[in-house]
Protein backbone atom coordinates (compact mmCIF):
# COMPACT_ATOMS: atom_id res chain seq x y z
CA UNK A 1 0.00 0.00 0.00
CA UNK A 2 1.21 3.38 -0.73
CA UNK A 3 2.29 5.70 2.02
CA UNK A 4 0.60 8.20 0.90
CA UNK A 5 -2.94 6.33 1.27
CA UNK A 6 -2.07 5.21 4.49
CA UNK A 7 -3.10 8.66 5.76
CA UNK A 8 -5.86 9.13 4.14
CA UNK A 9 -8.18 10.82 6.77
CA UNK A 10 -5.10 13.10 7.95
CA UNK A 11 -6.21 16.64 8.95
CA UNK A 12 -8.54 17.90 6.19
CA UNK A 13 -6.97 21.60 6.27
CA UNK A 14 -7.71 22.57 2.83
CA UNK A 15 -10.28 25.03 2.24
CA UNK A 16 -13.81 23.66 2.45
CA UNK A 17 -14.89 26.35 0.55
CA UNK A 18 -13.06 25.28 -2.77
CA UNK A 19 -15.11 21.46 -2.15
CA UNK A 20 -13.60 18.89 -4.85
CA UNK A 21 -9.48 19.07 -4.22
CA UNK A 22 -9.17 18.31 -0.77
CA UNK A 23 -5.83 16.32 -0.71
CA UNK A 24 -3.41 16.26 -3.98
CA UNK A 25 -2.75 12.75 -5.46
CA UNK A 26 0.49 11.10 -5.15
CA UNK A 27 2.95 10.53 -7.99
CA UNK A 28 1.56 7.00 -9.02
CA UNK A 29 -2.40 7.79 -8.30
CA UNK A 30 -1.70 10.99 -10.74
CA UNK A 31 -0.08 8.80 -13.57
CA UNK A 32 -3.15 6.62 -12.96
CA UNK A 33 -5.60 9.52 -13.59
CA UNK A 34 -3.22 10.83 -16.22
CA UNK A 35 -3.33 7.65 -18.37
CA UNK A 36 -6.90 7.16 -17.95
CA UNK A 37 -7.88 10.77 -18.72
CA UNK A 38 -5.70 10.89 -21.83
CA UNK A 39 -7.10 7.61 -23.00
CA UNK A 40 -10.93 8.68 -22.32
CA UNK A 41 -9.64 11.94 -24.30
CA UNK A 42 -8.32 9.65 -27.22
CA UNK A 43 -11.68 7.68 -27.85
CA UNK A 44 -9.59 4.25 -27.36
CA UNK A 45 -12.25 3.16 -23.86
CA UNK A 46 -14.80 4.72 -21.48
CA UNK A 47 -15.10 4.92 -18.27
CA UNK A 48 -18.39 2.70 -17.76
CA UNK A 49 -15.74 -0.20 -19.93
CA UNK A 50 -13.29 0.38 -16.60
CA UNK A 51 -16.35 0.06 -14.45
CA UNK A 52 -17.53 -3.03 -16.07
CA UNK A 53 -14.26 -4.96 -15.73
CA UNK A 54 -13.53 -3.75 -11.88
CA UNK A 55 -16.95 -4.37 -10.94
CA UNK A 56 -16.84 -8.10 -12.67
CA UNK A 57 -14.10 -9.14 -10.80
CA UNK A 58 -14.73 -7.66 -7.69
CA UNK A 59 -17.94 -8.65 -7.25
CA UNK A 60 -19.18 -11.03 -9.91
CA UNK A 61 -16.61 -13.78 -9.89
CA UNK A 62 -15.31 -14.56 -6.56
CA UNK A 63 -15.42 -17.24 -3.97
CA UNK A 64 -18.11 -14.70 -2.24
CA UNK A 65 -20.53 -17.09 -4.71
CA UNK A 66 -19.37 -20.12 -3.54
CA UNK A 67 -19.98 -18.90 -0.17
CA UNK A 68 -23.51 -17.90 -0.54
CA UNK A 69 -24.40 -21.27 -2.40
CA UNK A 70 -22.88 -23.09 0.54
CA UNK A 71 -24.51 -21.57 3.20
CA UNK A 72 -28.10 -21.88 1.57
CA UNK A 73 -27.53 -25.40 1.26
CA UNK A 74 -26.65 -25.44 5.16
CA UNK A 75 -29.71 -23.91 5.68
CA UNK A 76 -32.20 -25.08 3.44
CA UNK A 77 -32.43 -28.88 2.63
CA UNK A 78 -34.48 -28.13 -0.42
CA UNK A 79 -32.14 -25.95 -1.64
CA UNK A 80 -29.57 -28.28 -1.27
CA UNK A 81 -30.84 -31.36 -2.67
CA UNK A 82 -31.74 -29.00 -6.07
CA UNK A 83 -27.83 -28.15 -5.90
CA UNK A 84 -26.34 -31.61 -5.58
CA UNK A 85 -28.67 -32.35 -8.76
CA UNK A 86 -28.27 -29.96 -10.68
CA UNK A 87 -25.79 -27.02 -9.91
CA UNK A 88 -26.69 -24.65 -12.80
CA UNK A 89 -30.26 -24.68 -12.30
CA UNK A 90 -29.35 -23.54 -8.26
CA UNK A 91 -26.98 -20.98 -9.16
CA UNK A 92 -29.50 -19.45 -11.23
CA UNK A 93 -32.52 -19.41 -8.39
CA UNK A 94 -30.03 -17.26 -6.40
CA UNK A 95 -29.75 -15.50 -9.30
CA UNK A 96 -26.24 -16.14 -10.68
CA UNK A 97 -27.00 -15.96 -14.50
CA UNK A 98 -23.20 -15.84 -15.06
CA UNK A 99 -22.01 -18.55 -12.73
CA UNK A 100 -25.11 -20.81 -14.37
CA UNK A 101 -23.59 -21.00 -17.22
CA UNK A 102 -20.69 -23.67 -16.10
CA UNK A 103 -21.23 -26.95 -16.01
CA UNK A 104 -20.49 -27.71 -12.47
CA UNK A 105 -21.06 -30.58 -10.77
CA UNK A 106 -21.14 -29.86 -6.44
CA UNK A 107 -19.77 -32.35 -4.18
CA UNK A 108 -21.09 -33.09 -0.83
CA UNK A 109 -18.74 -33.93 1.87
CA UNK A 110 -20.71 -35.63 4.89
CA UNK A 111 -20.24 -38.14 7.98
CA UNK A 112 -16.96 -39.83 6.57
CA UNK A 113 -16.83 -38.74 2.80
CA UNK A 114 -14.23 -35.77 2.12
CA UNK A 115 -14.39 -34.88 -1.66
CA UNK A 116 -11.35 -32.61 -3.01
CA UNK A 117 -11.38 -31.75 -6.37
CA UNK A 118 -8.06 -30.93 -9.10
CA UNK A 119 -7.04 -30.67 -12.42
CA UNK A 120 -4.48 -33.31 -13.35
CA UNK A 121 -3.81 -31.97 -16.77
CA UNK A 122 -3.79 -28.34 -16.76
CA UNK A 123 -6.02 -25.92 -14.48
CA UNK A 124 -9.23 -26.43 -15.09
CA UNK A 125 -11.17 -24.46 -12.02
CA UNK A 126 -14.79 -23.19 -11.28
CA UNK A 127 -14.22 -19.70 -12.28
CA UNK A 128 -17.32 -18.79 -12.04
CA UNK A 129 -18.01 -19.62 -8.39
CA UNK A 130 -14.69 -19.52 -6.93
CA UNK A 131 -13.10 -16.58 -8.98
CA UNK A 132 -9.48 -16.93 -9.72
CA UNK A 133 -7.52 -20.20 -9.05
CA UNK A 134 -4.61 -19.88 -6.55
CA UNK A 135 -1.29 -20.74 -7.47
CA UNK A 136 -1.18 -23.92 -5.80
CA UNK A 137 -3.78 -25.34 -7.72
CA UNK A 138 -1.82 -24.95 -10.81
CA UNK A 139 1.32 -25.96 -9.59
CA UNK A 140 2.45 -29.97 -10.59
CA UNK A 141 3.05 -30.84 -7.11
CA UNK A 142 -0.43 -30.03 -6.33
CA UNK A 143 -1.79 -31.63 -9.51
CA UNK A 144 -0.09 -34.90 -9.27
CA UNK A 145 0.08 -35.68 -5.03
CA UNK A 146 -3.44 -34.68 -4.97
CA UNK A 147 -4.18 -37.73 -6.59
CA UNK A 148 -1.05 -39.80 -5.08
CA UNK A 149 -1.10 -38.98 -1.74
CA UNK A 150 -4.30 -36.93 -1.19
CA UNK A 151 -4.45 -37.66 2.53
CA UNK A 152 -0.98 -35.99 2.99
CA UNK A 153 -1.59 -33.04 0.80
CA UNK A 154 -4.65 -32.37 3.06
CA UNK A 155 -2.32 -32.40 6.31
CA UNK A 156 0.07 -29.83 4.71
CA UNK A 157 -3.26 -27.71 3.83
CA UNK A 158 -3.92 -28.11 8.02
CA UNK A 159 -7.37 -30.64 7.13
CA UNK A 160 -6.24 -33.84 9.17
CA UNK A 161 -8.58 -36.21 8.54
CA UNK A 162 -9.40 -39.33 10.39
CA UNK A 163 -8.32 -42.93 9.19
CA UNK A 164 -11.97 -43.84 8.61
CA UNK A 165 -13.05 -40.77 6.54
CA UNK A 166 -12.94 -41.78 2.50
CA UNK A 167 -11.33 -39.30 0.63
CA UNK A 168 -12.54 -39.15 -2.84
CA UNK A 169 -10.23 -36.97 -5.64
CA UNK A 170 -12.42 -35.38 -8.72
CA UNK A 171 -10.05 -34.34 -11.59
CA UNK A 172 -12.04 -31.68 -13.48
CA UNK A 173 -12.18 -31.25 -16.61
CA UNK A 174 -12.73 -28.08 -19.36
CA UNK A 175 -15.77 -30.07 -19.67
CA UNK A 176 -17.24 -30.25 -16.42
CA UNK A 177 -15.77 -28.66 -13.01
CA UNK A 178 -16.40 -29.63 -9.45
CA UNK A 179 -16.85 -27.54 -6.08
CA UNK A 180 -17.17 -29.11 -3.11
CA UNK A 181 -19.86 -28.52 -0.57
CA UNK A 182 -18.24 -28.14 2.92
CA UNK A 183 -20.24 -30.09 6.06
CA UNK A 184 -21.81 -27.26 8.24
CA UNK A 185 -19.32 -26.77 11.28
CA UNK A 186 -20.65 -27.70 14.68
CA UNK A 187 -21.53 -24.44 16.52
CA UNK A 188 -23.29 -22.52 14.13
CA UNK A 189 -27.15 -23.44 15.32
CA UNK A 190 -29.21 -20.52 14.76
CA UNK A 191 -26.34 -18.82 12.72
CA UNK A 192 -27.70 -16.14 9.93
CA UNK A 193 -26.87 -17.45 6.23
CA UNK A 194 -24.73 -14.81 6.18
CA UNK A 195 -22.78 -15.39 9.35
CA UNK A 196 -22.91 -18.60 7.56
CA UNK A 197 -21.02 -17.53 3.86
CA UNK A 198 -18.84 -15.72 6.24
CA UNK A 199 -16.99 -18.98 7.12
CA UNK A 200 -17.30 -20.78 3.75
CA UNK A 201 -13.52 -20.25 2.66
CA UNK A 202 -11.94 -20.46 -0.62
CA UNK A 203 -10.12 -23.24 0.36
CA UNK A 204 -12.99 -25.02 1.52
CA UNK A 205 -15.12 -25.24 -1.71
CA UNK A 206 -11.58 -27.04 -3.15
CA UNK A 207 -11.79 -29.50 -0.59
CA UNK A 208 -8.40 -28.68 0.57
CA UNK A 209 -9.86 -26.95 3.89
CA UNK A 210 -12.75 -27.19 6.29
CA UNK A 211 -14.71 -24.08 7.26
CA UNK A 212 -13.44 -23.70 11.20
CA UNK A 213 -15.94 -21.31 13.55
CA UNK A 214 -13.44 -18.65 15.16
CA UNK A 215 -12.84 -18.96 18.41
CA UNK A 216 -14.12 -16.10 19.65
CA UNK A 217 -17.30 -16.15 18.12
CA UNK A 218 -20.56 -16.11 19.54
CA UNK A 219 -22.29 -20.04 19.16
CA UNK B 1 -20.21 -11.22 -20.50
CA UNK B 2 -18.17 -14.13 -21.88
CA UNK B 3 -15.17 -13.82 -19.55
CA UNK B 4 -14.24 -16.59 -18.90
CA UNK B 5 -10.91 -17.31 -21.49
CA UNK B 6 -10.30 -13.59 -19.72
CA UNK B 7 -10.25 -15.41 -16.41
CA UNK B 8 -7.86 -17.77 -17.57
CA UNK B 9 -5.24 -15.72 -19.31
CA UNK B 10 -5.57 -13.33 -15.96
CA UNK B 11 -5.30 -16.14 -13.85
CA UNK B 12 -2.43 -17.49 -15.67
CA UNK B 13 -0.23 -14.90 -13.82
CA UNK B 14 1.55 -16.62 -11.51
CA UNK B 15 4.59 -16.49 -9.49
CA UNK B 16 6.09 -13.00 -8.87
CA UNK B 17 3.05 -11.56 -11.63
CA UNK B 18 0.49 -12.88 -9.19
CA UNK B 19 -2.38 -10.63 -9.07
CA UNK B 20 -2.98 -9.98 -4.61
CA UNK B 21 -5.75 -12.01 -3.64
CA UNK B 22 -7.50 -12.23 -0.39
CA UNK B 23 -9.64 -15.52 -0.13
CA UNK B 24 -9.58 -15.80 -3.67
CA UNK B 25 -11.14 -12.54 -4.42
CA UNK B 26 -9.05 -9.56 -5.88
CA UNK B 27 -7.82 -6.80 -3.53
CA UNK B 28 -7.77 -3.37 -4.76
CA UNK B 29 -5.94 -1.01 -2.11
CA UNK B 30 -7.20 2.16 -2.90
CA UNK B 31 -9.39 2.95 -6.33
CA UNK B 32 -6.36 3.62 -9.12
CA UNK B 33 -5.10 0.22 -8.34
CA UNK B 34 -8.16 -0.69 -9.64
CA UNK B 35 -8.18 1.71 -12.51
CA UNK B 36 -5.01 0.51 -13.20
CA UNK B 37 -6.23 -3.35 -13.89
CA UNK B 38 -9.50 -2.34 -15.36
CA UNK B 39 -7.28 -0.55 -17.87
CA UNK B 40 -4.95 -3.13 -18.97
CA UNK B 41 -7.96 -5.25 -19.23
CA UNK B 42 -10.45 -3.62 -21.48
CA UNK B 43 -7.39 -2.62 -23.72
CA UNK B 44 -7.11 -5.65 -24.49
CA UNK B 45 -10.37 -7.18 -25.03
CA UNK B 46 -10.57 -4.31 -27.43
CA UNK B 47 -7.36 -5.43 -29.33
CA UNK B 48 -5.13 -2.60 -28.70
CA UNK B 49 -2.46 -5.58 -27.25
CA UNK B 50 -2.24 -9.09 -26.92
CA UNK B 51 -2.18 -10.29 -23.23
CA UNK B 52 1.39 -11.78 -23.74
CA UNK B 53 2.40 -8.63 -24.80
CA UNK B 54 1.14 -7.04 -21.29
CA UNK B 55 2.22 -10.11 -19.17
CA UNK B 56 5.71 -9.38 -20.62
CA UNK B 57 5.14 -5.87 -20.04
CA UNK B 58 4.25 -6.87 -16.16
CA UNK B 59 7.13 -9.21 -15.32
CA UNK B 60 10.09 -6.73 -16.72
CA UNK B 61 8.61 -4.00 -14.59
CA UNK B 62 7.80 -6.27 -11.65
CA UNK B 63 11.90 -7.57 -12.09
CA UNK B 64 13.35 -3.73 -11.85
CA UNK B 65 10.16 -2.52 -9.40
CA UNK B 66 9.69 -2.01 -5.72
CA UNK B 67 7.84 -4.31 -3.74
CA UNK B 68 4.11 -2.52 -4.71
CA UNK B 69 2.65 -4.91 -7.21
CA UNK B 70 0.33 -2.18 -8.64
CA UNK B 71 2.68 0.32 -9.09
CA UNK B 72 4.22 -2.08 -11.34
CA UNK B 73 1.16 -3.16 -12.94
CA UNK B 74 1.32 0.91 -13.84
CA UNK B 75 4.76 1.10 -15.22
CA UNK B 76 4.16 -2.05 -17.28
CA UNK B 77 1.01 -0.48 -18.96
CA UNK B 78 2.40 3.17 -19.27
CA UNK B 79 5.20 1.58 -21.30
CA UNK B 80 3.35 -0.92 -23.04
CA UNK B 81 1.27 2.17 -24.32
CA UNK B 82 4.19 4.36 -25.20
CA UNK B 83 5.45 1.38 -26.94
CA UNK B 84 2.46 0.45 -29.07
CA UNK B 85 2.33 4.78 -29.51
CA UNK B 86 -1.14 5.12 -27.52
CA UNK B 87 0.20 7.38 -25.56
CA UNK B 88 3.70 9.84 -25.19
CA UNK B 89 5.67 9.38 -21.91
CA UNK B 90 5.84 13.56 -22.33
CA UNK B 91 1.91 13.77 -22.27
CA UNK B 92 1.70 11.47 -19.17
CA UNK B 93 4.07 13.24 -16.93
CA UNK B 94 2.58 16.68 -18.27
CA UNK B 95 -1.07 15.19 -17.53
CA UNK B 96 0.38 13.28 -13.92
CA UNK B 97 2.12 17.37 -12.94
CA UNK B 98 -1.27 18.90 -13.32
CA UNK B 99 -3.28 16.52 -11.36
CA UNK B 100 -0.46 16.23 -8.72
CA UNK B 101 -0.77 20.56 -9.05
CA UNK B 102 -4.75 20.13 -8.52
CA UNK B 103 -5.39 21.69 -11.88
CA UNK B 104 -7.55 19.26 -13.20
CA UNK B 105 -10.88 17.20 -12.25
CA UNK B 106 -10.19 13.53 -11.38
CA UNK B 107 -11.31 10.86 -13.84
CA UNK B 108 -12.15 8.44 -11.03
Known amino acids: MNDAHDDHDHNHNHDHGDGHHPEAPNAVEARALALESLLLEKGVLTSEEIDRVVSYYEHDTGPMIGAQVVARAWTDPDYRRRLLEDAPGALKELGFENAARTELVVLENRPGVHNMVVCTLCSCYPWAVLGLPPTWYKSAPYRSRAVSEPRKVLSEFGCELPEDVKVNVWDSSSDLRYMVLPERPAGTDGWSEQQLTALVTRDSMIGVARPQVPTSSPA | ?108
Open chain 2, 1 to 108: MTDRMKDREIADLDGAAALPRRNGELVFQAPWEGRAFGMAVVLNEKGEYPWDDFRASLIGAIRTGGPEYYENWLNALQSLLERTGLVTADEVALRASEYQALQRDPVF
